[in-house]
C-alpha cells in the first residue's frame, strides 16, 4: 500500500462546514463528499495533506533506545576512531588506532552497556534524526547496541558482552581501508569490487591483531563477522562450530541493521520483513538460538512508525507495552472527522482482537516527500521488498 493513501481516508467524509479561500471566496459548500477532485481543490488552497500527517503524529515520542544526545556522543567517538585510520591509510602511513582513541571507544562501549543494563523492558528502536550522518559510523553504534541486548539476553558475563561489544563497534573498521568511492557507491557493485569490499574483515583484523589491549573476542568478531553457518560466508568459508557464538550474534545484528536502514543504493525494509527473511536465513546460515534471542529484543512497531490496519485504516503507532509489542496502540483519522478540523482517534490493538497490523508504511519518507515537491507531487515509494545486501 503507498502512503498516498493516507489521503483515501478522507474520501467519501462529508465536509461539515463551509470552506473559504483566504480571500474569503467559498472553495466547498456544506456537505459536498470528499473526493480526488475536492482533495485537489483543497491542496491548491494550501490545505496539505501533510496535515493529515501531523495531526497523526503529534506529541509522540520517537525515541531510539539511546536518546539523540547520547547517540550523537557516541558517533563522535567512533568517527574519530574511524577516520584517523581512514587519514593515516590516505597518506600512506601504516594506519592503527591510538591508545588515547581505544581509550575513548571503551568508555562508549562501557557507557552503552550501563544505559542498556539498567532497566528490563527496553526495546530496540532507532530513531531517523541522524540520518545525515555516514551509514558506517550510526552502524558500528547500532550494530553495538543491539549486541549488547541479545548478549545480555543470552545471559552473557559482563565482561564477555563488554568484548562483543568493542568487536561489533569495530566489525567494519576494515571499510576504513578499502576505496571508498566503492562503500559509498549507489549502485550495486560488481563482482570485481565486491570482492575488494569483502577484504574489509581481513583489513580490520590486521589493523587491530597487534593491539594487546583488544581482547581476542573482539578481533575475531572483526575478522569472523561476514561467516555463514553453511560456508557461504567470507573470507574463509568456515562453517558451523567453526563459527564462536560471539561471532553468531554481531552477524545477525549487522545483517538486520544493514536491512532496516536506508543505504545509498536501496530504501530500507519494514522491520516485521527483515525478521522474516532473516528467520530464514537462520535456518542453515544463522544460527536460530541467537535470531529468537535478538528479535525478543526488538520493537517491531515502534512509536511515530507507519501502520495500515487489517481493516485498511491508515494509521500511526502511538504507543505500545513491551509485554505486547505487536499489538501497539494506533491512531488514525477519525473516519466522521471535518476536513477544516480534521479529528484522530486512537485504537487499542490490545483490546480489539478482530484487528492487526496488515501492513506498513514510511512516514519519515512521506514527510520528507513532502519537503522535496510540495504538494502532490510524486511521493517516495515505500520500502522495497527485496534484500540486496552489498557488503
Ligand atoms: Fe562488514
Known sequence: MKPQQILTELIGCRIKSPIYSNEGHLLLKQ???????????????SISPLDLLNKL??????????DDQEMEKSLKVVKKVFENVLNNHSKGIGATIPDEHLKLVEEVINFLIESLTGTGDLLYTVSDMLENEPYTYKHSIN????????????????????????GAFLHDIGKMLVDQSLITKPDLLTSAEKELVNQHPKLGYELIKNIDKLPYTA??????HHEKLDGSGYPYSIKGIEIPEYVRIVTICDMYDAMTTNRVYRNKMPIYKVLELLMHDAVYKLDRKVYRYMIENICVFPPGSGVVLSD??????????TANPTRPHVRVIDLETDITDIKVETVNLERKRTLFVADTWDVHEFRKGFKATPGFGELPHRSNDTV????
Request: positive net charge; hydrophobic residues 45%.
Open 388 to 391: 540486496e545486501q552489498k557488503h
Open 31 to 45: 456537505g459536498t463528499v470528499i473526493d480526488t477532485a475536492v482533495l485537489s481543490k483543497l491542496e491548491r488552497h
Open 312 to 321: 485498511g485504516r491508515i494509521g500511526v503507532v502511538a504507543f505500545y507495552r
Open 57 to 66: 503524529t503529534k506529541d509522540i515520542p520517537v525515541k531510539g533506545v539511546l
Open 219 to 224: 578481533k575475531q568478531i572483526v575478522l569472523l
Open 143 to 166: 550494530v553495538s547496541i543491539l549486541s549488547v541486548l541479545t548478549a545480555k539476553a543470552l545471559k552473557y558475563g559482563t565482561e564477555e558482552i563488554k568484548n562483543i561489544a568493542l
